[in-house]
Structures are given as structure tokens and as C-alpha cells.
């Protein structure tokens, strides 16, 4: 069955059209290592939590959009072998290819998948 790696990011709403770009190109390269897919979604009704929230996970500030995103691939393995491509990729690293957000707080993590329909 296939894997996910998903994602949380806050990412400044001036940057939208930046983040979309580095989305967009980063795509080609994840799928050029055996993605079969991914999605990047822009914040639209993301509320605030008292507990828990998007918001709140990646400390978003007034100036900042919670993106949500995530990546399907075949399975863990091709996950495993594209991920080690990928953080070695020219393309991705900051110098050639920034990411127009703050990295660290980023939330992120790999998901089998146990219902599909």
C-alpha cells in the first residue's frame, strides 16, 4: 500500500507566489525520485485551537498562511531511497532553491496508510 509524508508549515502570506514557485519546481524533482503525487494547500479556514491547532504547531504569526501538504508515494521503501536522493539533489539545496518559510518550524512525518476510500 502506499506511503505519505505530510507536512504543516507557516509560510509569510507575502510569500505565496514565492512558496508556490518552490513548490512547483521541488514537485518535478520529488516526482523524478518516485513521488506519485503531491498536494500543496493554502490556508483558508484554518482556526485557532485552545489546545491544539495548525496554528498552534507551527506557532504561526498575524503576517503568516498554514500551508498543508503532503506527498504520496509507492510505498516506504521508495520514500526511503527518493528522501536520501533528494536531500543530496543540487537543486534543493538553500543556495539554488530557498525555502521561502521558516524550516524549523515546520511539523512533518511519514504515514502508512491503514484506510483508503
Known sequence: MSYVDGFIVAVPT???????K????AAEIFKENGALSIVECWGDDVPDGK??????????????????SWIVWPDKATRNAGMQKLMADPRLQPDV????????RMVF?????IVQA
Request: negative net charge; proline residues 10%; without cysteine.
Open 14 to 20: 507575502a510569500n505565496r507566489e514565492k512558496f508556490k
Open 97 to 104: 532553491n530557498p525555502m521561502p518559510f521558516d524550516g524549523q
Open 22 to 25: 518552490h513548490a512547483e519546481s
Open 109 to 113: 512525518g511519514g504515514f502508512e496508510i
Open 51 to 68: 489546545l491544539t491547532s495548525f496554528p498552534m504547531a507551527v506557532k504561526l504569526k498575524p503576517d503568516e498562511t498554514v500551508v498543508f
